[in-house]
């Protein structure tokens, strides 16, 4: 089961900056036990990113499983307000709205005949991955799809996606026709992460199954994130599917 909760929130100060300590209130608000067990994982099963446009502010906060929604998102879903403490803000909550898909859906998805093999992605917030011991921070498409098989493989004992031959084969039969990119900080802790944002459109070269698997890889990177530090607020990723070639 993944789950979105969306909160639109009340707060003029409030600004990118403070993602990192959204990420902090949640592991004040959930139970100890959940918190320190969490800490223990290489991937986390939720994610949560703060998006703020012309008009409103609202952070997602996505669970993986239905483990994780218990623990986070029922929590959080109670609050009507609430204060950071290392940012000294106080923030209302306006609106509450919440969204579930079961895993089957995302199979359903992928068994359906025909589909578009045009991909629109957009990284709503700063991106980067690491690789060789550094960080990367443009869309390498061998890193996004490597980054969303471990991630579905970690909350889904029962699907091993890490294949080497399929992630050969997506990253072979796929190639980014069309971006609109720019490079962007990400505040952490006194430092900041270099990631890429915007928006990037690629090409399924190979057959239907391909295409069909990479959009389900990237239904799934809306509730995942995609690369690094996705529960700290980065590597939000929004899934726009097209059908015709322009």
Known sequence: MFTELQMELDCDTLGIRQS??????????????YAEYLHQLKINPFSQCLIISKYKKVWYIRALSEEAYNEIILPLQRLNEFDLKHGKLHIKIKEKRIRTIENKELLEGFYQPGGTHYIDLSFQTPTAFKSGGRYVFYPDLTLIYRS??????????KMDMRDEETLDQLSQNSEIVRYRLRSAPFPLEGVNITGFQGDIRIRIKGTDTMSRFAKMLFSFGEFSG?????????????????????
């Open 20 to 33: 990192s300590n959204l990420h902090g209130f949640i592991m004040e608000t959930i139970r100890t036990e």
């Open 226 to 246: 995609v690369g690094i530090k996705t529960s700290l607020g980065m590597g939000a990723l929004n899934l726009h599917e097209r059908r015709e070639n322009i």
């Open 148 to 157: 969303l098989m471990n991630k579905y493989s970690a909350i889904d004992s």
